[in-house]
């Protein structure tokens, strides 16, 4: 009989020095009617131990094999403690075994000595004898895989007659976890999972065929894995998981560290200026924050109320655009790396979208002409603004693009004559600012300026001017920019009145009047004054013969005195005001003349001469002298 394995093929068993060779001997049995071939039985270790492990091998790898077939089970029933690192169980002792198949195929552990028995009958209780003597030590199947024993008779040229079969076995089973129902993340080297986590241990041995996998949590002891593991609890998991296979090849502990998380994220909505309260605009900030202990914070989703439709947080500030004036509702939650998702939380908001409205007022001095607004150095503009809903935070102005400046209270325009542009804007309390409205007004710095203009008679004598009361005083004015507004006027010490149309001024002697003007902005000139003396009486007149009269006459019921030839006449009129211009005369009704000298050169008759006289302000009296000339 020879020994030969097929991997590797043809490799001798190692043999040991049994010392003397012997026979066991074995209870006789009958011997079989036919010859029988030799039995070979093989053992590792303690031999009894192959029949009785059988059966219980067996059961083992009969239990179900698919995942869908075990049944569940939480982990927190199992455990009475929590993972403890520092004492971790140890696997179980698992003595290397021989395993028959249900085909009865042999398996051996490698490590195993195998001894070789022969018995002459297919009882299993017939007597055995294990060979012993030369080639006949224990034997080690050196190399995993199949291996013979072979018989072969030497007198037949060595042909093999029998041909025993044994697998040795080595190596332990492979085992793996399988890990589902629950989303998984991996951070920093740690591994999460979240809700409904699931393990099934998952074994195989291609040799001799699995006889067990067991499973330890949190370093408890290792049990016999049975069913799918259920983790409901959210706490770091230390899971360890093993395999044996039927002749006891057992493999190193795998152990695998993961955290359960079960919490959901919490998430915060900030708000950042501008508010008021729960009042926002288009300018104000919405930043969503979530945190999460464990996974970390996956996403951030938002909605209004009225969408159907969820929107992803970008990590800025989240879109206001599409809302619409009034309430509103923001609903937001988070959800972490392993899909734990908190419940909607809910933010009532009013959003406003009305600037204030904005009004301006120029108080004091004003007036519109020609399309103009006219101001005066004493005006101010006074600004005011009114808010819908929250109030308003501000008023600006500026004048000519010189930059917008905070309005606090009214302001004048700056003291130059011209154009100035007011630009003004109001802001609510959420940062809500109207569109600039805008004022134009012509700054008038210049006084008007009156005169005086007499219309009639005037006479001006050295420094002194001379009126009468046929003389008219008008008094005008002119303004460059707002036009003038009235004129204002006091004669002597009667009250002050407004000049409307040419006066006369009545009263003999020296007068003053005192006047100024006044422009639509009320600017006002400094009073000026003009003085003249009034004149309201003619000038008296006086006629002078040269010569006496002689006689008298009657002449018409009249009585004339009749002066000799070659008299001649004087004239002279005088006048204590302003003084006679001039005296003219006409004779008998002729040609007006001016009086020079004397009347001379008159012939013998009846004169009638009259005479005018006009001071230097045209007041004028007349006079009549009758007279004769010569013989009657």
């Known amino acids: 009989m020879s020994y030969s394995s097929s991997y590797p093929p043809e490799v001798p068993l ?10 066991e001997p074995e209870p006789e049995t009958p011997k079989p009617k036919k010859s029988l071939w030799p039995l070979l039985l093989i053992t590792g270790g303690v031999l009894g131990l192959i029949a009785g492990g059988v059966w219980g091998y067996q059961k083992w790898i009969n239990a179900p094999a698919t995942s869908s077939e075990k049944p569940q089970v939480s982990v927190s029933k199992l455990l009475a403690k929590t993972m403890d690192r520092s004492n971790m169980a140890k ?25 070789v028995k022969i018995a002459v009958s297919e009882d299993p209780n017939a007597p055995s004898y294990r060979l012993t003597g030369m080639n006949a030590a224990p034997m080690k199947l050196d190399g995993p895989g199949e291996h013979h024993l072979r018989h072969s008779h030497t007198e037949r040229g060595g042909a093999d007659l029998n041909i025993f079969n044994l697998t040795s076995d080595d190596a332990a089973p492979k085992v793996w976890t399988e890990f589902r129902g629950a989303e998984r993340h991996a951070k920093d080297s740690t591994i999460y999972f979240g809700k409904g986590l699931q393990v099934d241990v998952k074994s195989e041995d291609k040799i001799s065929g699995l006889q067990e996998s067991f499973v330890s949590v949190d370093g408890a002891t290792f049990i016999s894995n049975q069913s799918v593991l259920i983790f409901d ?18 493999g190193k502990p795998k152990e695998e560290l993961f955290i359960v998380d079960l919490t959901a994220p919490r998430s915060t909505m900030t708000l950042q200026k501008p508010y008021v309260s729960e009042t926002i605009s288009p300018q104000t900030t919405v930043v969503l924050n979530a945190q999460d202990n464990l996974s970390g914070v996956r996403k951030i989703y938002y909605r209004y109320e009225g969408e159907s439709q969820y929107r992803e947080y970008n ?70 603004a009114q808010d819908n809903k929250i109030g308003v935070s501000r008023i600006e102005y500026q004048i000519n693009e010189g930059g917008f400046l905070r309005y606090a209270q009214p302001f004048k325009i700056p003291q ?43 006479f001006m004598l050295r420094d002194t001017l001379y009126i009468t009361t046929r003389t008219h005083l008008r008094l005008p004015a002119t303004d460059k920019y707002s036009t003038v507004k009235v004129v204002n006027y006091k004669r002597d010490t009667d009250p002050q009145k407004v000049f409307s149309s040419p ?32 004149d309201d009486r003619p000038p008296q007149i006086f006629s002078h013969l040269s010569a006496n009269k002689y006689e008298d006459i009657r002449q018409g019921g009249e009585v004339l005195g009749v002066y000799p030839q070659l008299t001649q006449i004087f004239l002279a009129a005088t006048d204590d005001i302003s003084g006679t211009k001039a005296i003219w005369y006409t004779i008998n009704g002729g040609k007006e003349m001016p009086f020079v000298g004397s009347i001379k050169g008159l012939k013998e008759g009846i004169y009638t001469i009259d005479i005018r006289a006009q001071d230097n302000v045209t007041n004028e009296s007349r006079s009549r002298v009758r007279f004769a000339i010569g013989r009657f």
């Open 233 to 250: 609890k959210e706490k770091p998991y230390s899971l360890r998981t093993y395999g044996v296979d039927n002749v006891g090849n057992a």
């Open 503 to 534: 006066f006369v001024i009545q009263g003999r002697g020296f007068h003053e009047v005192i006047f100024h003007a006044i422009d639509q902005v009320n600017n006002r000139e400094e009073n000026r004054r003009v003085a003249f003396v009034v």
């Open 416 to 458: 130059s004559n011209g154009e100035y542009r007011i630009d003004y804007r109001s802001t609510d309390n959420v940062e809500n600012t109207s569109k600039p409205k805008r004022m134009v007004v012509y700054m008038d710095l210049e006084k008007p300026v009156s005169d005086y203009v007499f219309d009639g008679p005037t």
């Open 14 to 23: 190692k043999s040991f020095d049994p010392g003397p060779p012997f026979l």
């Open 91 to 115: 696997p179980h002792q698992h003595p290397y075994k021989v395993f028959i198949g249900t085909k009865g195929e042999v398996y051996v552990q490698q490590e195993m000595p195998i001894y």
């Open 315 to 384: 990590g800025k500030s989240i879109e206001l655009g599409s809302l619409k004036e009034g309430g509103n509702k923001l609903y937001y939650y988070a959800i972490d790396h392993v899909g734990n998702r908190e419940p909607d939380n809910a933010f009532s908001f009013y959003f406003d979208l009305t600037s204030p409205l904005s009004s301006s007022e120029v108080k004091g001095d004003k007036f519109f002409i020609n399309g103009r607004q006219y101001v005066s150095p004493r005006t101010e503009v006074k600004l005011a």
